[in-house]
């Protein structure tokens, strides 16, 4: 294992060191508004949106740590950028085919879109179509999303995270139903994403 962050702004990182025990009990910290206009006060947009993209791959080092150190081989890393990180990763592969075995059946630790704090994008719908077992950071969405599944799928930090992989990895029973509720939840997705929007921009 290699691991020692690449960092881009020393600031930043500087200003995350302060500021990780916070985020760390409590991950959707991290797009309460409330949060950014108490601790910084960048001068556009733009430098906000860099702030917020660095504090989420700070983030997601310290969850990944952190579950690494808990689950080991259990947890495979898959993408070039973890690469540069940790020896036992892998490389990314866009096949189709080949994402859909990855996922499918595995359980699948999304933390969310590094640009947003949105629960469907890309890789959490591919999960999902795979059939692979989502768990996900609670997202700014999560509630119109999830609905009442939100309390059996997401966590909100490293505690909630590592009982739900707990849990997961100690009952394929458990898994089973979780994959039923999934896949009856998503299904006829395209209609409860037009309710949902529908109902966002009334």
Excluded at 109 to 124: F, T
Aim: charge should be negative; include cysteine.
């Amino acid at each position: 294992m290699k691991m020692e962050i690449i960092v881009e702004s020393e600031e930043d990182y500087n200003k995350w060191c302060i500021l990780k025990k916070d985020l760390l009990n409590d991950f959707s910290l991290i797009d309460d508004l409330s949060f950014w206009n108490k601790n910084f006060a960048p001068n556009s947009e733009y430098k906000y949106l860099q702030i917020y993209i660095n504090f989420k791959t700070f983030l997601r080092h310290e969850i990944i740590l952190y579950i690494k150190s808990k689950f080991k081989e259990r947890l495979l890393l898959v993408g070039d950028d973890w690469i540069e990180y940790y020896d036992d990763a892998i490389k990314s592969n866009y096949s189709l085919e080949n994402i859909k075995e990855l996922y499918k059946g595995n359980i699948c630790l999304d933390l969310g879109s590094i640009l947003g704090s949105i629960s469907l994008y890309s890789r959490s719908n591919q999960i999902i179509e795979s059939g692979g077992l989502l768990i996900q950071s609670r997202q700014s969405d999560s509630n119109n999303i999830w609905g009442p599944l939100a309390k059996e799928f997401l966590f909100n930090d490293l505690n909630s995270l590592c009982q739900l992989i707990e849990k997961l990895l100690h009952n394929n029973s458990i898994c089973n139903q979780l994959l039923d509720k999934e896949y009856y939840h998503f299904n006829n997705g395209k209609e409860k994403m037009n309710k949902i929007l529908s109902d966002i921009f009334k």
